[in-house]
């Protein structure tokens, strides 16, 4: 009778490889914790936040972490972690371009009554207009709608995507037609709000910017009701090119101008966190006390950081995309990236036509014109 081969009692590489990182996760999350809870009352002092934001800030941090994990594992071996990848690039684009104009409450503050007071009101509501309005209405659609719905993706000339709040509300025995009809008006509404907005920021912006020499003076004047006409006329000319898309190109004009207005936006966001940060150390720099602040940013100087980050991350590879394709598109790419190049050579331009300088922090001027 033959001898049989002695068991091979070694662990697969694979299991051991699996075992150290659970462990080392586990290991970071309760170090994670345990630093929290015990910088806890610095932490509070730093961020300038009360100890109870503090704690449901870090509760609320645990929480989506242990979601994230799960879910970002089986996304991954769904879909792969290239995939995964870029299309967390792309719906950043997508959601950055969906809400900008928040920052639209700074500008008003000039035709605002007791500013001081109703500006830190204001923007202290953002973060929950957003969680409720945005991410909570969109997590009840989830659950209503199957995201293999055709009417959400296959849109063209004889099928047309519908809005995902239409749907829902289609769904009604008896009133589902009245119900999503109510709800075209509504979303019409929404999109006339924000249109409006836009017009009073963008004309707001012009105006500021004839006075400080950065566009024709005619741009500067004001009505009887002050009301910048040359500015808001010029921005609406200007938005009136947006019906174009629908009418030249196949589309590619809508395209252009999504990826310019969605990249512009995020330049934007990018020079508010670096004014951010530069207005707080000019502010130390200068002797000031941080207690004259009527308002002070929870978690600086993490968050100016984090979003410096990932606005150049998103920048550079919201459209990473393009270079993905079996055949190389030179418009996508241009559309893609044109925002970039046209911002360095403004900026530039400027600098050097007008022989400017950064400005150094203790030299930063903080008293009103």
């Known amino acids: 009778m033959a001898a049989t081969a002695p ?16 462990v080392v ?5 309760v170090f994670d914790t345990t630093i929290v809870s015990v910088a806890l009352h610095t932490l509070a002092t730093q961020l300038h936040a009360s100890v109870s934001t503090v704690q449901w800030v870090t509760t609320g941090y645990l929480l989506a972490l242990g979601m994230a994990v799960p879910l970002s594992t089986w996304a991954l071996r769904r879909f792969g972690g290239k995939r995964l990848w870029m299309f967390a690039l792309a719906v950043f684009l997508v959601a950055g371009f969906s809400f ?24 202290r509501t953002v973060f929950w207009r957003i969680l409720l309005f945005y991410i909570g209405a969109i997590f009840v659609v989830g659950t209503l709608i199957s995201y ?5 993706l296959n849109a063209d000339e004889s ?16 009133f589902g037609y009245y119900a999503a009809n109510l709800m075209n ?8 709000s924000c249109g409006n907005s836009s017009m009073y920021v963008a004309s707001r912006m012009l105006y500021a910017m004839s006075h400080s020499r950065k566009a024709p003076k005619v741009f500067g004047t004001l009505n009887r009701r002050g009301v910048p006409v040359a500015a808001l006329c010029a921005t609406g000319l200007i938005s009136a090119l947006a019906f174009f898309s629908t009418l030249v190109g196949d589309q590619k004009i809508y395209q252009l101008f999504y990826n310019a207005s969605g990249l512009s936006g995020f330049i934007i966001w990018l020079g508010i966190a670096v004014c951010h ?52 598109s030179w418009f996508d790419f241009i559309t893609g990236y044109l925002m970039i190049p046209v ?9 050097f036509w007008n022989k400017t300088r950064v400005v150094p922090l203790k030299d930063c001027n903080f008293e009103p014109d």
Do not use: C
């Open 7 to 22: 068991a091979d009692d070694k662990v697969d590489p694979k299991v051991i490889k699996t075992g150290l990182i659970l």
């Open 25 to 29: 996760g586990f290991i970071a999350v």
């Open 100 to 123: 900008q104009g928040t920052e639209g409450v700074g500008l008003a503050a000039a035709e605002t009554a007791d500013p001081s007071t109703n500006v830190p009101k204001a923007i």
């Open 148 to 152: 293999t719905d055709p009417n959400l």
């Open 159 to 174: 099928h047309i995507a519908f809005s995902p709040f239409t749907m829902v509300f289609e769904q009604l025995p008896r």
């Open 185 to 192: 008006a509504v979303i019409l509404s929404s999109v006339l």
């Open 277 to 328: 940060l530069r207005f707080r150390k000019a502010w130390v720099a200068q002797g000031r006390s941080l207690d004259d602040l009527k308002f002070r940013s929870k978690f600086y100087p993490y968050g100016p950081w984090l979003a410096l980050i990932l606005f150049v991350v998103v920048l550079f590879g919201a459209n990473i995309s393009v270079f993905q394709t079996p055949v190389f």
């Open 343 to 351: 911002f360095i050579i403004f900026y530039l331009g400027h600098k």
